[in-house]
């Protein structure tokens, strides 16, 4: 049988594309982490440039000759010797055409142009959010707005435009899919909600908005890093911003996250956080890395992982358990006298909040579907960007019973739309789903999982999620990857048990 | 007269190459300075392929066609219509050919090989470095030096192949150039040290070979840097293992240090140093940047800003009439009782060393020469890269009385030949000369300045700098600059001349 051998020529362009890609990454990790403020402007110009070399690396002569050895370019058709290969090929060739398909509906111009967009507006954006000034970061906004519209009418779609753009993060989801999956999910959160409310069992973090010295919050990080087993030889961690991940390489992963000198929770989730997108980057197969076989399946799956490490293990009993002491002799003058289970409650607070990352793991999905509707109001409906902060106000106001006294703390909060990332949103609630049924698959796997855990001992788990997700690339779709795990389809089930369970515990309701 | 308008679309090509070369810095830069140890490898084999497609694009048909409107792309000579344009016109036609037709001589093979065995060399060196373990990096070291022959033999010369090499640092430098001048300096240079070493005064340096503070050294070269007006808002510092100036653009440019806790003068005047690079490329004319009106004209005037800088400027008796104070509020334990007298010439103090970064302003073209015959030895006699530490030891031993005890502190103290840097060395003695004749006519041109200086008002020196040689980027020749700037031709005296000043004063001789 014939496998990845022979598809070299394919190969090599896609690995030399990837170079492309990869140096888009350090330009905009270094636009993050390191750069001038003065930079920006040529940072813009040379991002832009390269995007282009990239688009056109996906889909000029050079991919174009290697791909139509195998297969029918127009239809993505496997040409019949390729038929018969093995089943790494066949999806590396699926996947590829997948990609160059979709390369091929946007011209080079379109995506130039949002790539210069998109790095202007990026440091305006973190102007606006510091000045609190949304009117700065409008214009731009507007911009990027027509630009992903007319995206979307250049990609193609069936019923909604929005389809099209979350397409490029969750390949084959629809607005058709998510509204009766966030609907079902809503169903069950708002009494979860109403009962913790209701608890005399009552969240006290006021311990957490002390201060805490950075330089220890930053080495705790690093601890915990490395007790999920992140690679310090082949990744780093630096200040950002906004927390994000960036792979260059496996061989090289870059966390970034953001350290609170008044708040002990939120650089440490974010660290452990990004640490679980950076172990899936680390756990991809370095020789394919650039191809499909060695690439990421979707950012709901990477959102997984993640979310796998901050939540299902990073806010659990057995975790706190080992890591309660040591944080604990970190900071003496903070923890010494506080309880664990008065700390276990407060690190579990569920309560409604401004701010999607420091929100709570049952609140947390309530800002994603404010912000999926109000994407969608931008995309389908049309909505004025100048009405952004008052819908985004009563929108908060509806759901969560809060209204933001700063776009701040309100709609300038992410950075996702500086980068033109529509339709990105809802992979968070997904990926939410899918670690609660990864979880609850790798704890009948292992046994013993738990026990470890409360141990410190977190190498079973990343090694379970490299043998079981991280080695395999985009060999499977994602519903191919839950079935193949777990034994049957996605199912909101498991993450609201988890939730019904754990804070039935935590705030004793029946 | 036509100008530079008309040559709209070889700007472009111009600007869109230096988009790639800016990427390259940017690699290199955060190879130096943030990537993790493992990411070596795939870092050495993208650093390859944009220094492939780097060289493509000064080379290929988009250059070919824009260089080809207004000159025979064969001889350089200026098509008919273009020997009528204004002087920017013709100068940036003339050294665009210049490079066009140097970078026809390599094939893209040489270049992406030198790229690839020249990133992993790198690593292997800091190791090699580390150990003392010279055998380590001699096969790299090996590799490289074939390659570089083999670029000479490309690249084409009249006497030396090293003066093939030479070029590409110092455009137009010879062998047949250097060695009388070399001569000349040396037959004034043995006598100066000797007068040195003779007198009675003693320069005491052990007082910098205390624990100094590293944040406290790191902050206070970041105000000399202000002090020298360099743009932090254009640039930044940071941490290396050998210090070095990348730019990426006039508003981006990036300086790095190594900061010793127990040398206080070694971080502060490499952070000096690098300043003067760096203002220099803050310098450029924005709008020209990646064309030659908008580049630096040769290795040689690059140094001359940065010795400037550091020595004419940064160790000068009204330097620290200023800094001293200053620098004396900063490390109070250490200076408070320390007398200005024995500080100034404890700054300036003259005695053979084995590391050239660290030398003093007297000795140190000693070491220059030293490598300068190496650098010869290895190109045009084929001296075994085993060889190397022997004749190295037995040459700083012959030149300046002392032998390295490890190779660390010897052949393997210096970046430069795991990048393939042979022929660079001569740049910095030239620099020197530059430097003295440059600082010489700052003081004719500006009366006050030693005043100023010894006020800590560095602005109109940076200033005359910026007008008389920055912002001319490479329209003319080094030769036409000190000519223009001057009102003379280089002369090796006004750096012998400021030297035996200098130190007949601080060493008390006649």
Redesign the interface.
Known sequence: MKTIKNLQNLMRVLQ?TQ?LT??IA??SW?QEC??????????A??MS??KGLEHESRIGDTMKRALSEWLDLETGELLTEATAWDAPSQALLRETWRDYHHATRLPSDCVRTLGLETSLAHQVWIDARKQNNFALFAPHLKRIVALKKQEADYLGYTDSPYDALMDEYEPGMTVAQIVPLFEALKTKLVPLVEKIGQSSISADDTLFRQYYDPKRQWDFGLTVLSAMHF??????Q?HSVHPFTSA??P??VRLTTRVDPHDLLSSLFSSIHEGGHGLYEQGLPSEY?GTALGTSISLGIHESQSRLWENNVGRSRAFWTYFFPKLGAVFPEHLKQVDFEVFYTAINGVRPSLIRVESDEVTYNLHIMLRFEIERMIIEEDLPVEDLPEVWNDKMESYLGIRPETDADGVLQDVHWSGGAFGYFPTYTLGNLYAAQFFHQAKQDLPDLEDHISQGKLLPLKSWLNENIHRLGRQYSSDQLVRRVCGELLKPDYFMTYLEEKFKAIYRFS
Do not use: C, I, V, W
């Open positions: 030399d170079k990869s140096a350090l330009l270094d390191y750069m001038p403020k003065g930079g920006g402007e040529a940072r110009a040379q440039y390269f690679d310090m030889e082949n990744g780093r630096d260059f390489h061989t090289d890395f």
